[in-house]
């Protein structure tokens, strides 16, 4: 089955940096698009960034400038590094995978982001 396990959580002072990553197994890493979505308590999820198969990118607003998303068809694996980090950007992020940008269907468990000021 398709499994998602995201790594590089923590906690972190206003203006610091992490890096996030997700490692996948059960899909056929290279035909999938990928996202990184975030959830903040009593807030909707939200993506945050994504890239699909062809390496096309898109990003919130939010994070424009600041977060990079890529990824690594060789290790199964997409990454977010997170510059500047604010205390707004504090949540649980998840890891998203999915046959285009508009079909996410499989989840990874999160991992949590809190930035303190």
């Known amino acids: 089955q398709v499994q998602l396990v995201e790594s590089g959580g923590g906690l972190v002072q206003a203006g610091g940096s992490l890096r996030l990553s997700c490692t996948a197994s059960?899909?056929?890493?290279?035909?999938?698009?990928m996202g990184w979505y975030r959830q903040a308590p009593g807030k909707q999820r939200e993506l945050v960034a994504s890239i699909t198969s062809g390496g096309s990118i898109k990003y919130a607003d939010s994070v424009k400038g600041r977060f990079t998303i890529s990824r690594e068809n060789a290790k199964k694996s997409v990454y977010l590094q997170m510059n500047s980090l604010k205390p707004e950007d504090t949540a649980v992020y998840y890891c998203?995978?999915?046959?285009?940008?508009?079909?996410?269907?499989?989840w990874g468990q999160g991992t949590q982001v809190t930035v303190s000021s």
């Open positions: 998203a995978a999915g046959l285009g940008v508009d079909r996410f269907g499989s």
């Open positions: 059960g899909i056929i890493f290279s035909f999938n698009a």
